[in-house]
């Protein structure tokens, strides 16, 4: 079993923040603060995989009062140098057990995080843990990609996904175990290649829209809304990712 820990270190603490740019700009943030807002209904909100606060921190700010669970200590320690713990509490732990309180209205989970978790039955701990925390009728928001398996051509096992100056994205897929392992190749472009490149990779369990309301359901959750996205456009079969609203029953 991977340690997601030693994924989520100092290094990737210290480089996860792009201030401005791609998950951290304006127009990603807003429009997934506005909706979280909505949801929370004046109550508490908890993230699960709070991360460095990229949503936590502007929720917070706009007026939510918000708690995490997070993993990873690197991660924490770089939220410390942003917000202290009493303005946004974080206990450290697995997101499937870890205890955070109770009483929450809203309770979420963004940018992919629960293909984190590599099996079926972590996922569906995750949703039980989530509705541990929640008030009768709260809501659990869930954003996550659609798996792009229709861009698999026939007998090969990987896609090209980012190809651009100084970055290759490769996801290689095991279709059997529903399992896909992004490889993060970055380079100097500049360069004549006699350098090597720096490679990272990150596993997860890509879960099918389907499979996830049937997730929610054994957790004691009813889908209330699909969005493509948190702007709430509407999700089409062409749909590459959806923002999914569980209320619990």
């Given at each position: 079993m991977i340690d997601q820990s030693r994924l989520w270190d100092e290094h990737a603490a210290a480089t996860y923040d792009t201030p401005g740019e791609g998950m951290f700009a304006a127009e990603v943030l807003e429009p997934t603060v506005a909706l979280l807002s909505e949801l929370a209904a004046g109550g508490r909100a908890l993230e699960l995989a709070i991360g460095t606060g990229r949503v936590a921190i502007p929720l917070r700010e706009a007026?939510?009062?918000?708690?995490?669970?997070?993993?990873?200590?690197?991660?924490?320690?770089?939220?410390?140098?942003?917000?202290?713990?009493?303005?946004?509490?974080?206990?450290?732990?697995?997101?499937?057990?870890?205890?955070?309180?109770?009483?929450?209205?809203?309770?979420?989970?963004?940018?992919?995080?629960?293909?984190?978790?590599?099996?079926?039955?972590?996922?569906?701990?995750?949703?039980?843990?989530?509705?541990?925390?929640?008030?009768?009728?709260?809501?659990?928001?869930?954003?996550?990609?659609?798996?792009?398996?229709?861009?698999?051509a026939p007998g090969h096992g990987g896609t090209v996904e980012v190809s651009e100056s100084g970055y290759l994205l490769v996801d290689t897929y095991d279709t059997l175990a529903q399992l896909v392992v992004s490889h993060h190749v970055r380079f100097d472009p500049q360069v004549d290649g006699s350098r090597e490149a720096q490679l990272a990779r990150t596993p997860h369990r890509y879960v099918w829209p389907a499979e996830l309301d049937l997730m929610a359901q054994l957790a004691g959750f009813e889908l209330e809304h699909r969005y493509a996205g948190f702007d709430r456009a509407e999700f089409t079969a062409e749909s590459r990712s959806h923002v999914s609203v569980y209320r619990r029953a």
């Open positions: 007026g939510v009062e918000v708690a995490g669970i997070e993993l990873s200590k690197a991660m924490i320690d770089r939220l410390r140098e942003k917000v202290d713990a009493a303005t946004i509490p974080v206990v450290q732990g697995d997101m499937t057990t870890a205890t955070a309180g109770e009483g929450f209205t809203l309770a979420y989970l963004v940018f992919n995080t629960i293909s984190n978790l590599l099996t079926q039955e972590q996922q569906v701990e995750c949703f039980r843990n989530a509705a541990r925390h929640l008030a009768p009728g709260g809501r659990f928001v869930v954003e996550l990609w659609v798996p792009q398996l229709r861009s698999l």
